[in-house]
């Protein structure tokens, strides 16, 4: 069923008598699907979860998306099938390697095994991108995200899932929050924010454009 809040690519289909989030695309995670839907599982992404919480994230479906931390291709693949291009940065070597089928089986998506922290490694590679979506588990969430704003024009989006225990395992998460959101105020503006907890312990959702 097609829901106004969604981006164009993404329903809420019938799987088991539950409606529940789904794009068209070949399956990857052993997610449930019927015809060409398979199902999207907040609670193993990020960005599903930000969208199942009915977060207004600005995808309208078709963008061009740079995505951080793309690992085995979980919620990238998901991107993909609504997107337009997607490049997929993912650091470890051996998620990268699961990435491959994934992006063999959509000729839109790209993977490219690099450090999110240093994309001028990538910078000759990615093109100008309209969406930047990161869910990079390190020290330095929002340095990587103000690294990378340079792929996109001003205005354009920045979906960040910030991971609590990644700053600083003993700290506070809101007082990590405010430090996160404080850094990102140097490149972009933030327009939402929503905790997580309901799928993701200790994470926050940021929606943000670059200024």
Known sequence: MSDPGLPDGVERRAFDGRE??????????????????????????KLGAMLELGMDTGLTG????LYLGAAAGTTVSHVADFAGPTYAVEFAARP?????????ARENLFPLLKDARRPETYAHVVEPV????????????????????RFLPDGGHLLL?????????????DRVFEDVTA???TAYE?????????????????????R
């Open 183 to 185: 850094t990102l105020s």
């Open 96 to 104: 990268a390697r699961d990435l491959l089928p994934v992006a063999e």
């Open 190 to 210: 933030v327009a939402a924010t929503r905790r997580l907890d309901r799928f993701h312990d200790d994470h926050l959702a940021v929606v943000a454009r670059r």
């Open 20 to 45: 529940r989030l789904a794009t068209r695309g070949p399956a990857v995670y052993g997610e449930p699907t019927t015809g060409d839907w398979r199902a999207w599982d907040p609670s193993r992404s």
């Open 130 to 149: 309209d969406v930047l979506i990161q869910d990079v588990a390190t020290r330095g969430q929002a340095d990587v995200a103000v690294r990378n704003a």
């Open 161 to 173: 899932a910030v991971k609590a225990r990644s700053e600083d395992v003993t700290a506070d998460p």
């Open 62 to 65: 078709g963008e061009t998306v």
